[in-house]
């Protein structure tokens, strides 16, 4: 185990190489300038030729590149060209209400997801099991965007007494009912599409886990029908969903730049997104910068979770 | 014919009637569409769906089904596109890489995991914000964020033909690697990419709807759906539920009908990923 994590974290080294020089080259090929942006109004040549050679813009691009990575290591990712804040502040500012959405749509997408799960592969061909595999189609193809809209509509104008508002962000530490009101709708909105997919995992994990001979050894001892799931085939069903966590996280992270966008959650999502139409490409590359660094160490964790979860699974033997 | 293959395989006869659909409302958009998408008519503004405009009117007085059925022509060609940018860069990476192993598997490997280190729509909307928000470079864009899967499915199917024997006596009788790969390892893999083009179609269409939403995609007027539902939002307070809902459901029946068909096509061209449950 020891060997496969040392492993894993050398290769991501030459990855993690390439996402800084891939995030490096996208902020290079943005347009416009950033010596003008910093200018102001004085646009003398003399000005912009001082202001080049300050920022380094005049220098080379391995030079350029290797002065931005020493920047970056010490948590110097730029500024703002519109706030003119440091950019990592600013992610830093954002980071827990993208983080609190994230965990709560990761945890609603999973409790639903087993439970429904597990009622479709128990139930099989019932009513309950051909609506959940519809919705395992239909959830994953459902534009995320656009189910928001509809939340919004009818939780904020249709329905009456707004259960739950159709925006704003209100901090955790300051009113927990109100921020857990605000966070159910885009709790939902992120949700449902890897639900969509945990849910199809663990029907198909579950069938495939019944056909084997523990399963039918435990049934045949006489032990309850929940008790055959929950203590024997639920725990196997269940480890190939972890992987799909690291996917989802990924997936979560895509999903929150609409999500935050829609319901005005002021994450890094939505930095980001603001960000763009103003120009303001050192947000925009540095959250990307962050999104790939977190997905990448993410996805980490849980390939060693689900070694850790799995003991058939010899990381120190295979060739993985 | 068409009944016997129905009943085989119905999925993929109305995954497949689905997406013909689609194309032929993206093709024939000029005749079928009732109204110009873009031509502004205040006096019709914000009407509801009725029998003279089935989906209602925007804010502009446009017709929204006209909008919907043009914005397929825009959506459908960035599916298309973009999935073929990334088989073709994809495939021919992932043979390579397959084929001839050693220094350039591990550099192209390498290469594609940084790119998968990036969520996918993350790093699409990077590149259209880097290049600048357009139809050809959400193209582009959406095209590199499917280059990995392909990559890795094409590299993957490779490495478990490359050892067979019709491969090695290929080899023994001296044919070229570029022989080899183009007329007996490709046509070995096709049905895999087959599905996986079909699911990527149905991912791009998807990326695109998103994009266009973040406005990176098409600007206005010209007509898209994920541009058209971010403008809706802002009657939503005075119920004006059409604007949204036409081209909402038009990504959810286009997305549907390419997953529907890459999942009857998996089930269909290869036993080894058909599921057991």
């Given at each position: 185990?020891?060997?496969?994590?040392?492993?894993?974290?050398?290769?991501?080294?030459?990855?993690?190489?390439?996402?800084?020089?891939?995030?490096?080259?996208?902020?290079?090929?943005?347009?416009?300038?950033?010596?003008?942006?910093?200018?102001?109004?004085?646009?003398?040549?003399?000005?912009?030729?001082?202001?080049?050679?300050?920022?380094?813009?005049?220098?080379?691009?391995?030079?350029?590149?290797?002065?931005?990575?020493?920047?970056?290591?010490?948590?110097?990712?730029?500024?703002?060209?519109?706030?003119?804040?440091?950019?990592?502040?600013?992610?830093?500012?954002?980071?827990?209400?993208?983080?609190?959405?994230?965990?709560?749509?990761?945890?609603?997408?999973?409790?639903?997801?087993?439970?429904?799960?597990?009622?479709?592969?128990?139930?099989?061909?019932?009513?309950?099991?051909?609506?959940?595999?519809g919705f395992t189609l239909a959830g994953v193809s459902f534009p995320s965007f656009f189910l928001?809209?509809v939340?919004?509509?009818?939780?904020?104008?249709?329905?009456?007494?707004?259960?739950?508002?159709?925006?704003?962000?209100?901090?955790?530490?300051?009113?927990?009912?109100?921020?857990?009101?605000?966070?159910?709708?885009?709790?939902?909105?992120?949700?449902t599409a890897s639900?969509a997919v945990?849910?199809r995992?663990?029907?198909?994990?579950?069938?495939?886990?019944?056909?084997?001979?523990?399963?039918?050894?435990?049934?045949?001892?006489?032990?309850?029908?929940?008790?055959?799931?929950?203590?024997?085939?639920?725990?196997?069903?269940?480890?190939?969903?972890?992987?799909?966590?690291?996917?989802?996280?990924?997936a979560?992270?895509e999903g929150?730049?609409i999500?935050?966008?829609?319901?005005?959650?002021?994450?890094?999502?939505?930095?980001?997104?603001?960000?763009?139409?103003?120009?303001?490409?050192?947000?925009?590359?540095?959250?990307?910068?962050?999104?790939?660094?977190?997905?990448?160490?993410?996805?980490?964790?849980?390939?060693?979770?689900?070694?850790?979860?799995?003991?058939?699974?010899?990381?120190?033997?295979?060739?993985? | 014919?068409?009944?016997?293959?129905?009943?085989?395989?119905?999925r993929?006869?109305v995954g497949g009637a689905m997406v013909l659909i689609w194309l032929?409302l993206a093709?024939?958009?000029?005749?079928?569409?009732?109204?110009?998408?873009?031509?502004?008519?205040?006096?019709?503004?914000?009407?509801?769906?009725?029998?003279?405009?089935?989906?209602?009117?925007?804010?502009?007085?446009?017709?929204?089904?006209?909008?919907v059925?043009?914005g397929s022509?825009i959506s459908l060609s960035v599916g298309v596109?973009s999935v073929?940018?990334?088989?073709?860069?994809?495939?021919?990476?992932?043979?390579?890489?397959?084929?001839?192993?050693?220094?350039?598997?591990?550099?192209?490997?390498?290469?594609?995991?940084?790119?998968?280190?990036?969520?996918a729509l993350?790093?699409a909307?990077?590149?259209?914000?880097?290049?600048?928000?357009?139809?050809?470079?959400?193209?582009?864009?959406i095209?590199?964020v499917a280059?990995?899967?392909?990559?890795?499915?094409?590299?993957?199917?490779?490495?478990?033909?490359?050892?067979?024997?019709?491969?090695?006596?290929?080899?023994?009788?001296?044919?070229?690697?570029?022989?080899?790969?183009?007329?007996?390892?490709?046509?070995?893999?096709?049905?895999?990419?087959?599905v996986q083009a079909t699911l990527a179609t149905a991912f791009a269409i998807l990326a695109e709807a998103a994009l266009s939403f973040?406005?990176?995609g098409?600007?206005?007027?010209?007509?898209s759906w994920g541009?058209d539902i971010?403008?809706?939002?802002?009657?939503?307070?005075?119920?004006?539920?059409?604007?949204s809902a036409g081209p909402g459901l038009a990504i959810f029946t286009a997305v549907f009908a390419f997953n529907f068909l890459g999942d009857a096509l998996?089930?269909?061209?290869?036993?080894?990923?058909?599921?057991?449950?």
């Open positions: 185990m020891t060997r496969y994590i040392l492993r894993r974290l050398l290769l991501m080294i030459p990855v993690a190489f390439l996402v800084t020089v891939g995030v490096f080259v996208l902020v290079r090929l943005a347009p416009g300038d950033p010596a003008l942006t910093f200018a102001g109004e004085d646009k003398s040549p003399a000005v912009i030729a001082a202001i080049r050679e300050e920022l380094g813009l005049d220098q080379p691009m391995p030079v350029q590149y290797v002065a931005w990575i020493e920047r970056a290591v010490q948590g110097d990712l730029g500024r703002s060209f519109q706030t003119k804040q440091r950019v990592l502040e600013a992610i830093w500012e954002r980071l827990p209400a993208t983080l609190e959405l994230g965990a709560a749509a990761l945890i609603f997408s999973i409790t639903v997801a087993v439970a429904v799960g597990i009622l479709s592969a128990v139930k099989r061909n019932s009513v309950v099991d051909l609506l959940a595999t928001g809209i939340l919004i509509l009818l939780f904020a104008f249709v329905i009456p007494g707004k259960i739950f508002p159709p925006g704003g962000y209100v901090p955790l530490a300051q009113d927990p009912v109100e921020n857990l009101r605000r966070l159910v709708l885009p709790a939902i909105t992120l949700a639900m945990n849910l995992q663990v029907r198909s994990s579950l069938l495939d886990v019944f056909g084997h001979e523990y399963v039918r050894t435990a049934r045949a001892k006489g032990l309850r029908e929940r008790t055959v799931i929950v203590r024997h085939a639920l725990k196997n069903a269940l480890i190939p969903v972890v992987t799909l966590i690291g996917i989802q996280i990924g979560i992270i929150a730049f999500t935050e966008t829609i319901f005005f959650w002021p994450g890094i999502g939505r930095l980001a997104v603001t960000a763009i139409p103003s120009g303001d490409y050192p947000v925009v590359q540095g959250v990307v910068l962050v999104s790939a660094l977190s997905f990448m160490f993410s996805t980490l964790v849980v390939d060693v979770l689900y070694a850790w979860l799995d003991p058939r699974i010899s990381y120190d033997t295979a060739g993985a | 014919m068409m009944r016997y293959f129905a009943r085989r395989n119905p993929m006869v032929a093709l024939f958009a000029p005749v079928v569409a009732p109204y110009d998408p873009i031509k502004v008519n205040v006096l019709d503004q914000l009407q509801p769906p009725s029998a003279s405009h089935w989906l209602g009117t925007d804010d502009l007085g446009r017709d929204v089904l006209s909008r059925i043009w022509r596109i073929s940018i990334g088989f073709i860069v994809g495939v021919t990476l992932g043979l390579g890489a397959g084929y001839l192993g050693g220094m350039f598997d591990l550099l192209v490997m390498r290469v594609i995991d940084a790119l998968l280190a990036f969520p993350v790093l909307i990077a590149i259209t914000a880097a290049l600048g928000p357009q139809i050809q470079n959400a193209m582009i864009a095209g590199i280059i990995p899967a392909y990559t890795r499915l094409t590299r993957g199917q490779v490495l478990s033909v490359r050892a067979r024997e019709f491969i090695v006596a290929a080899r023994t009788i001296g044919a070229s690697p570029l022989r080899i790969v183009v007329r007996h390892i490709f046509p070995n893999v096709t049905n895999a990419l087959v973040l406005g990176l098409p600007q206005p007027p010209n007509p541009q971010n403008y809706s939002q802002r009657y939503l307070a005075n119920l004006k539920w059409w604007m998996r089930d269909a061209l290869d036993p080894r990923l058909r599921r057991s449950a």
